[in-house]
């Protein structure tokens, strides 16, 4: 079973993209974020016609939005209102095999990491802090995948300098701190590095001031995805596919994927 992950940064601008994007990497499952469109308006028959008869949206005008697409049949797995706010930012499916699925839009947090000064902070360290406790109650031998923008890069090796970025937001230690909390907190394994060494440089996002890409190659790895200790030995293969990245008019983020046997 393959699963994708992608900030696709408006899914009616992009539709042509999502079926290169599934054309190349034929993905069972294709979660989305960033979808930018109300439920009413999303192209629903352009993406059945890409191969994804089933679809599980949760959008709203012009902001934020995640939906989950497969190719086979899924049932609806809800999806949560985190810190009180109904902003489109996770919803979840039942895959089957007792395996449910979660795709979540972590809020960026704006550019001063000071909760203090910073409400866009401020709201995302509440989030980390909710999903850490969601992540808690989660029975230990359950089957869970989660997906999606995080928007942290945790480790050296996930951005393009460390020294440069430890006091730029998604990189910084209290970041850092809370995502390894969350994760920590269900026994969360990160699909990617459990393929990828953590000495090796790994990407998914370069920023669109970098009108040159990939140029420097300056790029941060926010999107994860991270599946139940129970799950952890059925991940056999995960990686960036970075040459979405490159087409014309692309998103800034690249989609992620995980090979899992469920």
Not at 71 to 83: K, L, V
Not at 90 to 99: L, Y
Not at 124 to 132: G, I, N, R, V, W
């Amino acid at each position: 079973m393959r699963i994708v992950s992608w900030n696709i940064n408006s899914v009616r601008l992009r539709i042509d993209a999502l079926k290169k994007v599934a054309d190349a990497l034929q993905p069972d499952f294709l979660c989305l974020q960033e979808t930018k469109t109300q439920d009413s308006e999303f192209p629903t028959a352009d993406i059945t016609e890409a191969g994804f008869a089933q679809q599980l949206v949760r959008g709203m005008k012009g902001y934020n939005g995640v939906a989950i697409l497969s190719s086979a049949e899924i049932s609806d797995g809800g999806s949560r209102n985190w810190c009180a706010r109904e902003d489109c930012r996770h919803i979840a499916a039942d895959i089957g095999g007792k395996t449910y699925l979660h795709n979540f839009y972590v809020p960026a947090g704006g550019d001063e990491p000071n909760p203090k000064v910073n409400e866009k902070f401020a709201h995302k360290l509440s989030f980390l802090k909710e999903a850490t406790d969601w992540s808690a109650k989660l029975p230990k031998q359950s089957r869970n995948i989660m997906v999606g923008d995080l928007n942290i890069a945790p480790l050296e090796n996930d951005v393009w300098s460390h020294k440069q970025l430890v006091k730029v937001v998604s990189h910084t230690p209290v970041e850092v701190k809370a995502l390894d909390a969350w994760r920590a907190a269900h026994g969360w394994v990160d699909a990617i590095r459990a393929v990828v060494p953590e000495n090796e440089k790994i990407y998914s996002w370069w920023s669109y001031r970098n009108r040159s890409w990939p140029g420097s190659d300056k790029g941060r790895r926010l999107d994860h995805i991270w599946v139940s200790p129970a799950l952890a030995a059925k991940v056999t293969d995960a990686g960036v596919y970075r040459d979405a990245r490159g087409w014309e008019k692309p998103s800034d983020h690249a989609p992620i994927w995980a090979d899992i046997d469920i």
